[in-house]
């Protein structure tokens, strides 16, 4: 019997998605997730957050559930500030999907779940300041996506006419971020919501 680990993190603001570096120059500038807990050999992250971007983060030492975990009917939501006062317009912009740059190409993201937030969520605050207010009024929107390209919600609020001043990610499937704190890591004996069995035989 091979027994599996899962764990839950809040990844903070100005973490890599990744464990360590091979370069020594990266390892004296940037911050891993190897510094937050002593995870076991051959932990995984399941999807990624940038660099700039934080919440929920889940991870296993089991490949064959984070595949599964990276299916394409998994949702993803995120609360975005965006720079402004965002519009009812650019809320069905995003709901209709917009068109961003991938590499060199251009992509029509997929229709997604999109919606202005009465008033900014309940989250810890973050390690960097986001900006002084006197520049102008911020809002926050929910944005539920099933794919995950490279900085795509923060490509698409820009291309709505919205820049991404602050993106966290609250749920990942029918897993929430709930009241974890940035840099906590929490172990679980399964990752709610998946239908595939947390420890097989081997």
């Known amino acids: 019997m091979t027994v599996h680990r899962h764990f839950l993190l809040f990844k903070p603001y100005g973490y890599l998605s990744q464990f360590t570096s091979e370069f020594e120059r ?34 296993t030492t089991d490949g064959r559930l984070s595949e599964q975990m990276r299916r394409k009917d998994i949702e993803k939501e995120y609360y975005v500030q965006v720079d402004g006062l965002i519009t009812d317009a650019a809320v069905a912009q995003l709901q209709g999907g917009v068109e961003i740059g991938l590499r060199d190409e251009r992509y029509q993201t997929l229709p997604c779940r999109a919606h202005r937030l009465p008033a900014p969520p309940t989250l810890p605050a973050r390690g960097r300041r986001i900006r002084d207010e006197r520049h102008g009024p911020t809002s926050w929107v929910s944005i539920t996506v099933t794919e995950g390209k490279f900085r795509q919600v923060r490509k698409m609020t820009a291309a709505a006419g ?26 679980v004996a399964e990752l709610p919501g998946t239908n595939y069995p947390m420890n097989p035989a081997a």
Do not use: C, W
């Open 26 to 59: 990266e390892k004296r500038k940037k911050r891993f997730l190897g510094e937050l807990y002593d995870f076991p050999v051959g932990t995984m992250a399941i999807g990624r957050l940038d660099e700039h971007s934080e919440g929920l983060l889940l991870l």
């Open 162 to 187: 919205f820049p991404t001043l602050r993106l966290v990610r609250v749920r990942v499937g029918g897993i929430v971020l709930a009241n974890l704190q940035p840099g906590e890591v929490r172990e």
